[in-house]
């Protein structure tokens, strides 16, 4: 009996199966990849997100803005910091405004409050940035988005704006605080004139931001906002919605480009735009996912 034989012919049989079983195993793993989490093929191509941020430092000598995603089991957080003061104040100021944001949020498992952590992580932000600045001039304006249990829920202090594009229309959510929206809210509460307010309808100059002396609240909605799967949260600072109309940024959000593909093209639309002062800008763009319980 030749027992080298047997005994090679057994090896080979063994390492067969187990090339067998790698194959196997690594098919299982595309599979899930490549699903929506339920055993179903989902429309993620390779390494494309679910969200997507883009930046133009516009005609600014310094990137003050600020932007980071961060996803935890109890959904995902957007943040966007846009600093405000010269040299490399409002650098600093942006990236202690996202820092307090990022720290408060990682230990987070579950999230029944998200108007808790917001409001939190603005007081903590405005005390963190006025001990570090001193008698420095600067601060930070700060949006917040949260995607969880099938609701967005969001924060903004500054002029940040969020909106949400649904069906090819883009619907403005937050107001932001410049001066513009102070007037219109002065006059509806019938503490200003119309020509009063009218006069200030053009001023987009901040009037609440982290770091200052007398910081306001934080702009949060009423309710949380169901989303419907693939809803588009858009987060835009300054430098984007100055250069660019709701219908410039409905076209460029229309079509099937990923969310970092279409945060690119606003950056790039927004560059494009007639003039020499133009300000940082930055893009967020989240997708909804986990939406199927807000569905009508």
């Not at 055993?39 to 883009?54: D, F, I, N, V």
């Not at 600020?66 to 957007?78: F, H, W, Y």
């Not at 040299?87 to 100021?93: D, I, K, L, P, Y």
């Not at 304006?141 to 594009?165: E, Q, S």
Request: include cysteine.
């Amino acid at each position: 009996m030749d027992v080298s034989g047997n005994v090679n012919a057994a090896f080979l049989m063994a390492l067969l199966m187990t090339a067998l079983a790698v194959l196997l195993l690594g098919r299982v793993f595309l599979a899930w990849f490549f699903s929506d989490g339920r055993g179903r093929a989902g429309r993620r191509r390779r390494g494309e997100e679910s969200w997507g941020t883009a930046q133009t430092r516009g005609s600014r000598e310094i990137q003050a803005d600020m932007t980071e995603i961060r996803k935890t089991r109890a959904g995902v957080l957007a943040i966007l910091a846009d600093g405000i003061g010269r040299e490399n104040t409002g650098r600093v100021c942006a990236q202690i405004a996202l820092d307090a944001a990022a720290d408060a949020y990682e230990p987070y498992e579950v999230l029944t409050n998200p108007e808790y952590l917001f409001r939190t992580v603005c007081r903590e932000a405005n005390a963190r940035i006025q001990k570090t600045i001193g008698e420095r001039r600067g601060g930070a304006c700060l949006g917040l988005a949260f995607l969880g249990n099938g609701h967005l829920y969001y924060g903004v202090v500054g002029d940040i704006r969020i909106a949400l594009y649904r069906g090819g229309e883009l619907i403005p959510l937050s107001q932001g605080h410049t001066l513009d929206v102070l007037a219109r809210q002065a006059y509806e509460a019938g503490r200003i004139s119309k020509k009063e307010a009218v006069w200030s309808m053009e001023e987009k100059r901040r009037w609440n931001y982290l770091g200052m002396d007398g910081f306001r609240e934080i702009e949060i909605p009423e309710r949380p906002i169901r989303l419907k799967r693939d809803d588009l949260v858009v987060m835009v600072s300054r430098g984007i919605w100055q250069a660019l109309s709701g219908a410039d940024l409905e076209d460029l959000l229309a079509g099937g480009e990923s969310p970092q593909e279409k945060a690119r093209q606003i950056v790039w639309a927004a560059g494009r735009k007639p003039g020499d002062d133009k300000e940082n800008g930055s893009a967020v763009i989240l997708r909804a996912e986990e939406a199927e319980d807000a569905a009508d």
